[in-house]
T-cell receptor
Framework: QKEVEQDPGPLSVPEGAIVSLNCTYS??????FMWYRQYSRKGPELLMYTYSSGNKEDGRFTAQVDKSSKYISLFIRDSQPSDSATYLC????????????FGKGNQVVVIP | EPEVTQTPSHQVTQMGQEVILRCVPI?????FYWYRQILGQKVEFLVS????????KSEIFDDQFSVERPDGSNFTLKIRSTKLEDSAMYFCASSFPEGLQAYNEQFFGPGTRLTVL
């Protein structure tokens, strides 16, 4: 089983729709769960992170972690064309020199 | 706003040649990383570096790879004898330890696209 799985299918939504992205993972040691956003020709940029299970909200973005199911989600409400990007889930077990394990990414296109 | 920079943005090389990819991490950061992303694949961890030594490396990071912080500002990745399968986007990242209870965000550079012919 792959360490982090993210269905890499592209997603096209109309402006204002809710975008729902998710990842599953197999490594029980993961404690920190991140969502990175990557624009074309740029490096990944941290969008949100969550420690252990629970929800975290930041404006139009909500991250959810369910450690019992090894499942994380990102929701984008009222999506805007500027949200068009590739979204990568990432996770790590420890602080300090924390190797990030990434999912494959979802390309999201928000159509005006 | 401080950012991680990488040079060159695109490097084309012949198979078997040595390449050095350069990174300038954010100035007060202490942890440094290299990742790579083969086209259409995941971003993969290569190596982390702290206090002038490798902290962790993946199985990808074999004897053909080496890292160095030659002058206190640059952080380099050397591939001694490039193979076709080394063609990828290479990302440098850096982070600063925020404390035991906080996640120390890794800031990524824009990447160097390496093409091995």
């Amino acid at each position: 089983q792959k360490e982090v799985e993210q269905d890499p299918g592209p997603l096209s939504v109309p402006e204002g729709a809710i975008v729902s992205l998710n990842c599953t993972y197999s490594n029980s040691a993961f404690q920190y769960f991140m969502w990175y956003r990557q624009y074309s020709r740029k490096g990944p940029e941290l969008l949100m992170y969550t420690y252990s299970s629970g929800n975290k909200e930041d404006g139009r973005f909500t991250a959810q972690v369910d450690k019992s199911s090894k499942y994380i989600s990102l929701f984008i409400r009222d999506s805007q064309p500027s949200d068009s990007a590739t979204y990568l889930c990432a996770m790590t077990a420890t602080l300090g020199n924390n190797r990030l394990a990434f999912g494959k990414g979802n390309q999201v296109v928000v159509i005006p | 706003e401080p950012e991680v920079t990488q040079t060159p943005s695109h490097q084309v090389t012949q198979m078997g040649q040595e390449v050095i990819l350069r990174c300038v991490p954010i100035s007060n950061h202490l942890y440094f990383y290299w990742y790579r992303q083969i086209l259409g694949q995941k971003v993969e961890f290569l190596v982390s570096f702290y206090n002038n030594e490798i902290s962790e490396k993946s199985e990808i990071f074999d004897d053909q790879f080496s890292v160095e912080r030659p002058d206190g500002s640059n952080f380099t990745l050397k591939i001694r004898s490039t193979k076709l399968e080394d063609s990828a986007m290479y990302f440098c990242a850096s982070s600063f330890p925020e404390g035991l209870q906080a996640y120390n965000e890794q800031f990524f550079g824009p990447g160097t696209r390496l093409t091995v012919l």
